[in-house]
């Protein structure tokens, strides 16, 4: 007989950035399903991984005892999945042997070398709470704000074009705006996949006669509702728009009294697009000129406008560049600080604006205070009665270079899985496995947890209260439903055991107690109380004074910079680090698959998600396929300079010609082990979306 659920807990889904609200369905400490809820971000509305992604919390392979290596066991050589085979690696102990092991492991490190070598990686998978608590050890335990976690990888260059042109990290309107836009442009993402009930809001609206304009190198499923599609050339973003850019100066469509009234360097600006024509342009990226002109006028004119943009723009070596033309492009046009308008980086993980937010980033203090300025510097030294680092710490990838440098030596990783996500994985996995002392805290034994000296069995989403900030900057609360399975314990509680290891004194009675302390401490959370998140459920901020309603929409009267004014930055083309030639004569292109999440260690272990995309695909234009002699089934190895995997060939003619795009979810054939590490500058983070490969069939 089918079971009926006798309790039901509202919560939030944990996986991607659109913070859809659900109901888990329980009986028995199990979750039997899960419904859409009436959340501000989805309606009721859920997508496939929010629905049947929920029964990884009760996989077989939950870790439920601590784990420490066995004496003298290698960390060299590949994963091993099999579960049986963990305990040759790693021998159970007590809760109190192995966080002495881990935090004595951490603390001999600091005391012997210094708090530099040390690091630690949060995740955007967890509470703000846990993420504020995780940053606070690292840099008041620790003594270093070597401490970072996947916004690295993900919106990292957004992030720092925004911060430099107009002040703020977040989005200026939330996803349901495009509602209220006549225009919409959706640049470098695939929501249908990755934000999927995002992109219901953006095929309502254009049922509602918004305009969509899609622009990528490969064609989503989102591009057979737009009013355009620009299939453009990878790597060609700055040219296209800056082209745009000139069309609209050229033609008299900026908006001089918002140009004037609200915005700096635009004289600067107006001169670099100046050389780039879209006559000029369109052998580059591919799009004839008469296109790029009425794309130019459409967005110039229409009375809103409003852009999104995903990882298609931030995962180059020219990020940055590419978001500040998304910027300068807002900005000449007035197309933001209203309603519709404005600019939207969709966020990748549920938490991943919230982790931000609370300083798990190596440059910023909570609330993005610098840790280079002296007066931030103070205000948190006085709140956390610890004197701090001035030194920005290392950001993900080059944490791994310092491990080979010998200047990293420990880390405590938590949640997060480097070995399958950073970028040449090979390489992070060697430096990973060179450390002196690795603790991992998660709820699997990933390919990372793999390499630790002692592993630390967390607890899964819905086993634990916590809040969480969505792409809209929306503060929401997620709802304990059932127990950790076996000895796993809550993450705040692992966090504050480890820092008692290391010699801090904490004592957080609950996660409201850890939220308070934010509050005071991060102005733009400081109106929002617990006991509102318990009565609402959601709310957005910036939100600075109780009683506050939030601003769901910003800057529509000043940015958030000195004089209020955003900054244009002008940007010129270069060229990705790694392009083709003649051994490896491919584009290799990476990203995510509608029923899997990031390195899939929750996903794959979902029942329903698994049976729908059970092995690792290539995606391959069929003119590729032709060339190459293979059948879409056959299996294709791919290689680049830096390692090979072998997958299944799959048809899509919605990729270019003369690239392969592959899901980096698949820890038997980790796509990460081929791309490559070269980083943006500003925003550090790597080229995901540009590498040089070769494929033969087999
Ligand atoms: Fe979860 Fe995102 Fe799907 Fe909503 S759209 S159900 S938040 S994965």
Not at 107 to 136: C, M, P, T, V, W
Not at 164 to 176: D, F, K, L, R, T
């Amino acid at each position: 007989a089918l079971a009926v659920p006798d309790r039901q807990v509202d919560s939030v889904c944990p996986y991607c950035g659109v913070g859809c609200q659900l109901t888990y369905q329980v009986k028995d400490n199990r979750i039997l399903y899960v419904e859409g809820r009436q959340g501000p971000a989805n309606a009721g509305r859920l997508c496939v991984k929010g629905r049947y992604g929920f029964d990884y919390a009760h996989h077989p392979q939950r870790l439920t005892t601590p784990l420490v290596r066995r004496e003298g066991m290698s960390k060299a050589g590949d994963f091993v999945m099999d579960p049986a085979r963990v305990l040759e690696v790693f021998r159970e102990a007590s809760w109190e042997e192995a966080l002495a092991l881990a935090g004595g492991g951490l603390a001999r490190i600091r005391d012997g070398h210094g708090g530099a070598a040390l690091a630690g990686f949060g995740s955007a998978k967890g509470s703000n709470e846990e993420a504020y608590l995780f940053q606070k050890l690292v840099r008041t335990g620790f003594g270093t704000n070597n401490v970072d976690h996947c916004t690295r990888l993900c919106h990292a260059s957004s992030v720092a074009a925004l911060l430099e042109g107009i002040g703020s990290g977040a989005v200026s309107n939330p996803v349901m705006d495009v509602l209220r836009a006549e225009v919409i442009v959706v640049i470098g993402a695939n929501p249908t996949v990755n934000h999927p009930v995002a992109a219901t809001w953006i095929k309502n609206a254009v049922k509602a006669g918004a305009r969509l304009v899609v622009m990528d190198p490969r064609r989503s499923e989102l591009a057979r509702h737009a009013h355009r599609y620009l299939q453009f050339k990878p790597d060609t973003d700055v040219a296209l728009l800056n082209a745009m850019m000139h069309v609209i100066v050229g033609e008299g469509l900026v908006d001089q009294g918002f140009i004037a009234d609200r915005t700096l360097g635009y004289e600067e600006l107006a001169r670099n697009v100046a050389g780039y024509s879209p006559e000029a342009m369109a052998p580059l990226c591919g799009i004839d000129a008469e296109t790029i002109r009425y794309v130019a006028r459409l967005y110039a004119t229409s009375k809103a406008s409003m852009i999104l943009w995903g990882m298609g723009v931030s995962q180059h070596v020219h990020g940055t560049d590419n978001a500040r033309c998304l910027i300068a492009l807002s900005l000449m046009t007035g197309q933001i600080g209203r309603p519709g308008t404005g600019l939207h980086p969709l966020r990748g993980q549920n938490n991943v604006q919230g982790a931000s937010d609370a300083g798990l980033i190596p440059m910023m203090l909570p609330d993005y205070q610098r840790v280079d300025n002296p007066a931030a510097r103070a205000r948190f030294e006085q709140a956390w009665g610890v004197a701090l680092d001035p030194q920005p710490g290392l950001t993900v990838v080059e944490v791994m270079d310092a491990i080979d440098a010998g200047q990293v030596r420990g880390m405590y990783i938590m949640g997060e899985n480097p070995a399958m996500s950073d970028p040449d994985a090979n390489h992070a996995r060697a430096a990973l496995a060179r450390l002196e002392h690795l603790v991992v805290q998660d709820i699997f034994l990933t390919e990372t947890a793999y390499l630790a000296d002692v592993i630390l069995p967390a607890s899964s989403f819905p086993e634990k209260n916590g809040t969480f900030t969505n792409t809209d900057r929306l503060v929401q609360l997620g709802r304990q439903a059932i127990d950790p399975p076996g000895q796993a314990r809550q993450d705040l509680w692992i966090i504050q055991q480890m820092a008692q290891r290391l010699g801090l004194d904490w004592h957080y009675g609950s996660v409201a107690d850890v939220f308070d302390e934010m509050r005071r401490t991060m102005p733009s959370i400081g109106g929002i109380t617990w006991e509102r998140l318990e009565r609402e459920g959601a709310v957005v901020y910036p939100c600075t004074q109780e009683g506050d309603a939030g601003q769901p929409v910003v800057f529509t009267e000043r940015f958030p910079r000195e004089g209020g004014r955003a900054r244009f930055v002008p940007a010129d083309i270069i060229p990705a680090a790694e392009r083709p030639d003649a051994d490896y004569p491919m584009v290799l292109i990476t990203g995510r698959q509608l029923e899997h999440w990031h390195t899939g260690s929750m996903t794959r272990r979902a029942a329903v998600l698994d049976a729908i995309e059970p092995d690792p695909v290539a995606l391959l234009h069929p003119l590729d396929l032709e060339r190459l002699g293979v059948q879409p089934g056959d299996t294709v190895t791919i290689a680049s300079r830096r390692g090979e995997v072998v997958l299944y060939a799959r048809a899509d003619d919605g990729s270019p010609v003369g690239a392969v795009f592959v899901p980096f979810c698949y820890y038997e054939a980790a796509i990460n082990r081929l791309t490559n590490a070269a980083l943006d500058p500003f925003g550090k983070i790597p080229e995901f979306k540009y590498c040089a490969v070769r494929l033969t069939p087999g």
